[in-house]
């Protein structure tokens, strides 16, 4: 018999639909697949070319659980440079994904009683971490005028004395904004103040469009820094997915708990991967740069392009490479030929147009669809084109 928590948890809704798109693409169907979550770009050859000389050096054996020395050296330097974090190596885990430093923080902190603050829209795999621990996930909705952030106030009326954590995913995947500095340092105040720990997700950091900048909660104070982990990756940032390298930034005593169950589970991340992972983050950035740019290009003609579509509205985001249209003027409009949730527009999108996304709801904000843009102009066109002739046909 399957055990209670495995049967709480649901597979990745975003990767059923990536899947469920290859699979009609396999069947000689021509989909346009906007459900994509990982940049469209190769890995950078320089990256590349570390691994292969780590292969041929023979750097193929167990490496420390936590991660080589070399490769949390380059973390730590990046994250004093570039978020003005300052740590020692026993505060660094690097994991096999972001993905999995998350799960090693939810192992090392969260168990029975424990509440867990999610902001919604949320990364699919947050709620899902939380109930793998037999923790409770609290879920407070966020609002699009409000550029998707938790704000102070919700924030306060949701604690409770069984709240352990908060997660911030800033720039934010499904929606593309990110938090302002005063909204993050509210958030901050009130964590201290209610000994939260914050688990800021900062995977999207270096895909920032117009002037924005990052900023880690983390940066506030050394009070703060204490209390938060951060997270961060290369398959984003560097289009380094299928590695599987990923860090976590942290108290001493979060990393060490997190360490040892990675030394249960995985053991190391890939030591080939590492060495590359050490090659992208102390190596020339300018390729960082280059698929920013063709993103902020691609995230202009998409936003640009959705909002010519009767019924539909899309708030230009910041960040990532996801826009998330309102369709709820769509949805009433489709009730009567029985489209009444984003999963229906989902599905009908993906049957009558071909065109893959992903609805609001698997991120838990129902009336609005997730639009990967980590693929060509000319495919973001066709799909377009695609899914206007798709509703103009029924309504
Ligand atoms: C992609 C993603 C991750 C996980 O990335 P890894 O490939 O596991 O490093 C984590 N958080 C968010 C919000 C993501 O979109």
Request: glycine content about 6%; charged content about 25%.
């Amino acid at each position: 018999m399957i055990s209670e928590r495995a049967k709480k948890v649901k597979p990745s809704p975003t990767l059923a639909v990536d899947s469920k798109a290859k699979e009609m693409k396999k069947k000689g169907l021509d989909v346009v697949n906007f459900g994509v979550g990982e940049p469209d770009f190769d890995t950078p050859e320089h990256i590349k070319e570390a691994a292969i000389k780590a292969i041929k050096d023979g750097f193929t054996k167990y490496t420390p659980v936590g991660g080589i020395d070399e490769l949390k050296e380059a973390i730590i330097e990046k994250l004093e440079k570039e978020n003005g974090l300052k740590y020692k190596k026993e505060n660094i885990l690097v994991s096999c994904g972001a993905k999995h430093s998350l799960y090693n923080i939810a192992q090392a902190l969260f168990g029975p009683g424990d509440e867990v603050i999610i902001p919604a829209p949320y990364w699919v795999s947050y709620p899902d971490q939380v109930l793998l621990n037999d923790a409770t996930p609290v879920i407070v909705d966020t609002y699009e005028k409000d550029d998707f952030m938790l704000l102070p106030e919700a924030l306060k009326e949701k604690i409770t004395p069984n709240t352990k954590a908060i997660i911030i995913n800033s720039p934010s995947n499904p929606t593309g904004f990110i938090y302002d500095e005063k909204t993050l340092q509210a958030i901050a105040e009130i964590a201290l103040k209610n000994n939260l720990y914050i688990i800021s997700d900062e995977i999207y950091e270096k895909l920032i469009y117009d002037n924005n900048k990052h900023i880690s909660i983390a940066s506030f104070s050394e009070e703060i820094r204490e209390r938060t982990i951060v997270v961060n990756g290369l398959s984003k940032s560097h289009a380094m997915t299928g590695w599987r390298i990923g860090y976590a930034a942290g108290p001493v005593e979060v990393i060490k708990a997190m360490t040892n169950i990675q030394s249960q589970s995985t053991s190391n991340p890939t030591s080939i991967a590492q060495k590359a992972a050490v090659a992208a983050l102390k190596g020339p950035q300018d390729c960082v740069e280059i698929m920013r740019k063709e993103f902020e290009k691609r995230r202009n003609y998409l936003v640009d392009e959705l909002n010519k579509i009767s019924g539909m509205s899309c708030k230009m985001p910041k960040g990532a490479f996801y826009a998330f249209p309102n369709v709820n003027k769509i949805l009433s409009k489709l009730s009567s030929y029985k489209i009444n949730s984003s999963m229906d527009l989902s599905i009908y999108l993906l049957e009558k147009a071909q065109v893959a996304l992903v609805p609001g709801s698997a991120f838990g904000a129902e009336g609005y669809i997730r639009i990967s843009y980590a693929t060509s102009i000319d495919n973001l066109k066709k799909g377009i084109e695609r899914i206007k002739k798709a509703l103009e046909e029924i309504s």
